[in-house]
Structures are given as C-alpha cells and as structure tokens.
C-alpha cells in the first residue's frame, strides 16, 4: 500500500491542500520539489520506481495531484512556465497509458482513470479533437464499466465500502 500511495504523490496533496488553506509557499514549493523529482525517474512508460509507477490506481491520481499543483502555480503572480511544460509532458505520458486498452479492465481503478480523463478533456476543451476524443474513450469505458462492477442492487461488487461511495 505504501508504494501505490507513494507512486500516486499522496503527499504532494497533502502539501498543495496545506498551501491551499495556509498560503504558506514553502508548502508548494515542496510540492513541486517532488514532482520534478518524479518525473525526472519517469520521464517514459519504461522508467520505473516500482511495479506501481505505471498502474491504473497510482497513474490517475498522480495526475490529478500534478493537476493540483498546476493549479496552484498558476495561481502565483510569476508562475514557473518550465515546471508547468514538465508537469505536461509527463501528463501527457499518463494519458497515453490510461488510453491505452492493455492497461484497462472492468474494477474500480479504471474508473479512476476515467475520471481523471474525464477531468483532462475539459482542461484540454481548446483543442476540440483531443477533448472529444479522451471524452468519448473515458465516457463510454466508464459506463460499460459501471455494469460489471456495480450490482443490480446498487451496490459495488469489490470489498471495499469505500468503492460504494467512489462509485
């Protein structure tokens, strides 16, 4: 458990979440400390820390915890250019893995996946090909997903209570 949570950044959340409330700088600054670390050991789908580096459950919210940091920096009044095109090259990487069919099958972490693609085709809406093409890919796996993970009473079928909420 402690790779998957380290391969998904969970502590960089934590640090965006406590420069979010305190304005405290050093916060996001360690946040970024930690991506730029990350990304500089996995620049390509073959570069890997553990068998967690490129996993459905840990590729999804990784990027969701760099989306956050973005977000932050953008916020400053001289935001780091050069920390956001790396934070994007390596999004980009992550896209191509959850898009990828090989690495997805009916259970909750894909739908994990799906979210997080669903959240990148309305931040990449300018480009209306690729928005539409990572919308119609995550919307339709999502919904087939649905079927098979949830039973006819509504309920997840995995153990986790927690998965009847997230889905």
């Known amino acids: 458990t402690w790779k ?4 998904n950044l969970f502590f960089v959340s934590i640090l965006n979440h406590a ?3 305190s304005k405290d700088i050093k916060y996001h ?3 970024k400390k930690y991506i730029n670390s990350y990304i500089k050991k996995h620049a390509t ?17 990784r990027t969701l915890h760099v989306l956050q940091t973005i977000a932050n920096e ?10 956001i095109e790396k934070s994007f090259d ?16 009916a259970h909750n972490h894909s739908l994990m996946m799906d979210r997080t693609l669903l959240y990148l085709s309305n931040i990449f809406n ?7 093409n990572i919308r119609n ?6 919904l087939n997903n649905f079927d098979k993970i949830i039973d006819d009473t509504g309920l997840a079928k995995e153990h986790s209570i927690g998965y009847h909420i997230f889905n």
Do not use: C, G, Q
Not at 4 to 7: G, N, P
Not at 74 to 83: A, K, R
Not at 90 to 105: A, G, P
């Open 29 to 31: 600054e360690k946040a």
């Open 45 to 61: 789908l073959n570069d890997s820390t553990s068998k967690y580096s490129w996993y459905d459950h840990s590729v999804a919210f």
């Open 19 to 21: 420069y979010y409330e």
């Open 126 to 132: 300018s480009n209306s090909s690729l928005s539409t």
């Open 137 to 142: 890919i995550a919307s339709t796996r999502a």
């Open 74 to 83: 953008l916020d400053l009044p001289n935001s780091d250019i050069t920390f």
């Open 4 to 7: 998957l949570y380290y391969e």
């Open 90 to 105: 390596h999004i980009d990487v992550s896209i191509n893995y959850m898009l990828d069919s090989k690495n997805y099958r």
